[in-house]
Nanobody, 122 residues
Framework: QVQLVESGGGLVQAGDSLRLSCAAS????????MGWFRRAPGKEREFVEA???????FYADSVKGRFTISRDNAKNTVYLQMNSLKPEDTAVYYC????????????????WGQGTQVTVSS
């Protein structure tokens, strides 16, 4: 198993930036594809971005050009750099892991962090 702990959420204004971190422990980090998902109030959990073991990135159209996922295998950490934040980005953000390739579907990921709240005021 792999354990995931997110950090870096907070309350910001529209246009600001935040960087989320997800620290992994347990199994070998670079065996896992990593993803970020979010759940806004009253909405379903949705895919944000994912990164493969080799660093190939997948992203949702809603965050294209604003958010960037990256991973540091030496630190067992995946990041989500969020720029030009909008009120509609307000959600709980979750880090997730799965072996092999990333997917866009949340229930393909067996390992999850506890989530970190991001609130963007207008």
């Amino acid at each position: 198993q792999v354990q995931l702990v997110e950090s870096g959420g907070g309350l910001v204004q529209a246009g600001d930036s935040l960087r989320l971190s997800c620290a992994a422990s347990g199994r070998t980090f670079n065996n896992y594809a990593m993803g970020w998902f979010r759940r806004a109030p009253g909405k379903e959990r949705e895919f944000v971005e994912a990164i493969s073991r080799s660093g190939i990135i997948f992203y949702a159209d809603s965050v294209k050009g604003r958010f960037t996922i990256s991973r540091d295998n030496a630190k067992n950490t995946v990041y989500l750099q969020m720029n030009s934040l909008k009120p509609e980005d307000t959600a709980v953000y979750y880090c997730a892991a799965r072996e092999y390739s990333p997917t866009y579907t949340w229930n393909d990921y067996p390992y999850w962090g506890q989530g970190t709240q991001v609130t963007v005021s207008s």
